[in-house]
């Protein structure tokens, strides 16, 4: 009988530890598979005529400094990424209706749409600057602009900060006018957007102007997703992390700017 008691002891030690085993390798499987999971596409709402943040080159392709982040982002993903075109005064409606996943569109970080979406860590900084002719000197600072001509936009932001800040405006229907009037000495400056002016200067090439102040108000831009999509905002981000430590977000933004516009 003792020797009977003792073989049944043994065998339900035996069933019990092979079904704890079991039990675990289950656990270890299911481990397996959610660390397996992965986005497999990412859909993207973007405008493609925003150059040159997106915009096509003369192959008809999709490019620009947005359409390059997110592509790269997805690629580190292991994601494959499509890009749904839309304008801009459907773009958050679209992203609304889940037509796509995230807009990549220079989208600014403010409170209204902080309410209503999730961002992911800014992958563009920008701010008002002055731009001068390359021989000025004695214009260093937004307080310097007083009494000064300023050729703007009148309707922009930018028109607003010249005159808040003493200038005399100069009407002109653009960028590339503005910097005309002022290399033709009909006007002293112009305020405009970071981003554009370098965009002007570097597919220009022009030396004869040159950015003599920027104003502390920088802009954050970030890709823009709906609320309740936790996981794909932190995968994101973590390849704009991954590419900011390894420079090849800096390397992007170079390309398309001269400098980096990735930092503050």
């Known amino acids: 009988m003792k020797k009977l008691a003792l073989s049944l002891m043994m065998l339900l030690f035996v069933l ?46 999709l490019t620009g400094y947005d359409v390059e982040v997110i592509k790269e982002v997805a690629k580190r993903m292991g994601a494959e990424v499509e890009f749904m075109e839309t304008q801009w005064d459907s773009m ?16 600014g970080i403010n409170e209204d749409r902080l309410a209503n979406y999730d961002f992911s860590t800014p992958y563009t900084y920008s701010s008002s600057v002055i731009v001068t002719p390359t021989e000025t000197t004695d214009i260093t600072s937004f307080e310097d602009l007083k009494g000064k001509k300023s050729a703007q936009s009148l309707t922009s932001n930018y028109g607003a900060i010249a005159e808040e800040n003493g200038a005399e405006l100069v009407g002109v229907e653009g960028l590339a006018q503005s910097i005309q009037l002022i290399k033709q000495g009909r006007a002293d400056v112009t305020v405009n957007d970071k981003l554009a002016v370098l965009d002007y200067m570097k597919n220009q090439n ?7 102040a920027e104003s502390d108000d920088v802009s954050e831009m970030a890709f823009t997703f709906n609320k309740g999509n936790e996981e794909l905002v932190e995968a994101v981000n973590e390849q704009l992390a991954a590419m900011k430590e390894d420079g090849t977000l800096t390397k992007i933004s170079q390309e398309w700017f001269g400098e980096d516009v990735s930092t503050k």
Not at 206 to 212: E, M, P, R, W
């Open 206 to 212: 022009d030396k004869d102007v040159k950015i003599v």
């Open 92 to 107: 958050f409606a679209g992203l609304n209706s889940k037509r796509f996943d995230l807009i990549a569109n220079q989208v």
């Open 16 to 61: 019990v530890v092979a079904a704890c085993g079991t039990n675990q390798d289950e656990s270890n499987e299911n481990a397996t598979e959610q660390d397996n999971a992965k986005i497999e596409k990412l859909t993207v709402g973007t405008e493609g005529t925003y150059a040159p943040f997106t915009f096509h080159n003369e192959e008809g392709e």
